[in-house]
Structure formats: structure tokens, C-alpha cells
């Protein structure tokens, strides 16, 4: 057993987060193994799944995830969250304000959310979020917060294609961290903006998230699934939904779409 796979088991204990760890050396993917154990307990809520490395890792939009093992940190906690589903996108925003406060104490480095959820160092992307759902009629029946950080990743393990848009902690601060230390700090965050959530501040997580933000008021373009918006980024909506100023015509809301920030 590696020390991380060690440490992992033990790792932290929220009042909701943390009721259940479970390691894994290798999975295709800890959001769909995630789901897969998730469904078979009475109650999953909190159970984390973690995997030192994945065969299928899955990035938002239908990208993939590079996920090589002993560097890096993927992991996926489910939730119950009581919210319509309509309200279930201010999810994503809760961990990426939960990655970047962790990331922020921890390393010391200037991390930044890239709407909804990329987390940007110097302009580049250190860590990603996709959240995915089982849903009923009108609400969440379980739901999969998946978090990819590039910890100590050397900038050769990544794809020709992303490197320039890409980096790790390590990259970007000369320095190896440990995996387990990161992921109890997220944990934590993550337990604490959820709670948030869950007693119907969404006012304080949305607070977070704009203070952390490195999209609103600046010159973007939105490639979006009805086409591209391009325009300033004027805020974001009680739902977390972007809302973009085009230079002529109305405010534009974005719930899903890749930003690029043209000016800032
Ligand atoms: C993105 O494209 O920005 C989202 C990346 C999410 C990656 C994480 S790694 C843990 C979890 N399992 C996956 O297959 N994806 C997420």
C-alpha cells in the first residue's frame, strides 16, 4: 500500500462529509465508481471515493482528464443535495470556491475561478470540476462532485494540445506538496460552503465565489451550447448562471459553456 493510499482512508470526518472513504489504486473514473457504490448504500450522502489514478478520466463538455498516478489528486464526493433541480448548478460553484480556498491556504499560490468552475494560477488551469447528476422529475437524487487538481504534475505528462493552457502547483511554485494534506483542506472547505447551502445562505457562497473570480468585468466569449456570446462578463445570477453584456442587445445568461477571457 502507498503512504498515500494510507493516509487516504483516514483523511478527514465532516458531519456530512467524510462518512465513508474509499481508495482506489485505480479506477476508469471516481465520478461513475462514485455512482456505482452510491447506489448501493441506504445513504450515500458524503461518501468520498478517491483513486490515485484513472484509466477514463473525464473532463467537462466530454473532454478527458489526464490522470497518470503518484501526482496528482482525483476525487469524488456524492451528495443529496434538497434543492430543485433548477437550483442544482450553484453546486459546482460551491467546490470551486471549496478547491480554491484549499488551494489558496495551503500552497500560498494567487488561484482564481475561471466561470463556473475552472481553477486558474497565472492564467492557467490547475484544477477542474465536473459534477454530475442522477435526477428524478423535479429533483437531485444523487449527485457526483468530481475534483481534478494537478498537484505535483510535471509539465512533460501533459497532452501537446493543453500544455499551453495548463499547469500544476508544483509548476507554478517550484515546490512538491502533499496529496493528502490538499485534500483534507478541500474537504473541509467543501463541508463548510455546503452547509452554507443547506441552511439557505447561498448569499455567502456566492459572495466567495465573486471575491475568488477572475471573469466578471472582463471581455469574454462564450462558446455556449446554443453557439458563441462574446461580451463583458456582467455577474452571475442567484443560480450561479453567467450573465454577459453583448455590445449591443440584451444581457445573454450562460448556465453551461467554455469562457475565454479576451481582456482583463
Ligand atoms: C474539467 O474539465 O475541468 C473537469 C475535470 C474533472 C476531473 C475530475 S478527476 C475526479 C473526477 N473523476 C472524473 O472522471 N472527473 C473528475
Redesign the pocket.
Known amino acids: 500500500m502507498t503512504k498515500f493510499a494510507e493516509k487516504a482512508g483516514s483523511i478527514f470526518k465532516g458531519g456530512i462529509i467524510g462518512r465513508e472513504i474509499i481508495f482506489f489504486e485505480s479506477v ?7 455512482f456505482e457504490i452510491g447506489q448501493q448504500k441506504e445513504n450515500p450522502e458524503g461518501i468520498v471515493v478517491i ?1 490515485d489514478s ?1 484509466t ?6 466530454g ?3 489526464i ?1 497518470p498516478p503518484g501526482v ?5 464526493v456524492l451528495l443529496k443535495p434538497p434543492f430543485p433541480l433548477k437550483e442544482s448548478f450553484i453546486l459546482a460553484l460551491a467546490a470551486a470556491v471549496a478547491a480554491t480556498t484549499a488551494i489558496r491556504k495551503y500552497t500560498g499560490l494567487d488561484a482564481r475561478i475561471k466561470w463556473p ?2 481553477i486558474l494560477i497565472n492564467n492557467r ?1 490547475s ?4 459534477t454530475e447528476m442522477k435526477s428524478g422529475k423535479d429533483r437531485i437524487n444523487l449527485m ?1 462532485v ?4 494537478n498537484v505535483n504534475m510535471l509539465p512533460d505528462a501533459f497532452t501537446d494540445d493543453i500544455k499551453p493552457f495548463t499547469t500544476s502547483l508544483k509548476i507554478e511554485s517550484g515546490l512538491s506538496f502533499e496529496r493528502d494534506k490538499l485534500l483534507r483542506e478541500i474537504l473541509a472547505e467543501l463541508e463548510k460552503a455546503y452547509k452554507n447551502l443547506l441552511t439557505g445562505n447561498k448569499r455567502a457562497l456566492i459572495n466567495d465565489w465573486l471575491r475568488l473570480n477572475c471573469t466578471i468585468g472582463n471581455e469574454i466569449s462564450v462558446q455556449s451550447r446554443t453557439g458563441i456570446i462574446s461580451g463583458i462578463a456582467a455577474g452571475i445570477n442567484d443560480n450561479g448562471e453567467l450573465l454577459v453584456r453583448p455590445s449591443s442587445g440584451e444581457i445573454e445568461r450562460v448556465s453551461a459553456g467554455d469562457v475565454t477571457i479576451l481582456k482583463n
Open positions: 476508469p473514473s471516481t465520478n461513475d465508481k462514485a483513486a484513472q477514463c478520466g473525464k473532463g467537462r463538455l473532454r478527458r482528464w490522470s496528482n489528486l482525483y476525487f469524488t468552475n475552472d488551469k484544477c477542474g470540476i465536473l457526483a468530481g475534483i481534478g487538481v
